[in-house]
Structure formats: C-alpha cells, structure tokens
C-alpha cells in the first residue's frame, strides 16, 4: 500500500517530494540519490528533481516504498 504524503499546494517537485517524504535528509542530497536509485512517476521512470507532482500522482522509489501525493486537510 502506498504511503500518502501531504502537501499544502497544488504541486511539488520531485526534489521536494523525495525531502519531504524523509527519503533524504537534505535537498543537496536528492540529485545523488536521483542518481543512485530508480525513481518512477505514475509508472514511468524520471529522474528529474523539477520533474512536477500533482496530488494523486503515484511516486515509487526502489529499496524504499511507494508514496501518493496528497493534499494535506
């Protein structure tokens, strides 16, 4: 099952994304570990930090877990 993670806009970058879901623990980390590891949007593979999130967009990340995008209440 998917673990939601809620955001208070619209959208989020991948980058953001991967820092708020405590996937890294700062956002210098992220490019390295878009580098490192498979990343993919909705079942495609992206490794871009820009690359946009929309709520209910699916982000799966390999050796870690599955997240949806959500809005937060």
């Known amino acids: 099952m998917a673990e939601p ?3 208070k806009t ?4 991948l980058g953001q994304f991967i820092k708020l879901a405590n996937i890294v ?6 490019k390295m ?9 909705n ?6 930090r820009g690359r946009k999130l929309k ?3 699916r982000v799966e990340v390999e050796e ?3 997240f949806i ?4 209440n």
Request: no cysteine; glycine share 10%; aromatic share 8%.
């Open 25 to 30: 623990e700062s956002g210098g980390m992220v």
């Open 55 to 57: 709520i209910d967009d």
């Open 10 to 13: 619209d959208e989020i970058t």
């Open 43 to 48: 079942g495609e593979q992206d490794q871009r």
């Open 64 to 66: 870690v877990g599955t």
């Open 69 to 72: 995008v959500a809005k937060e």
């Open 33 to 41: 570990f878009l580098q490192d590891y498979n990343v993919y949007v």
């Open 5 to 7: 993670i809620e955001i």
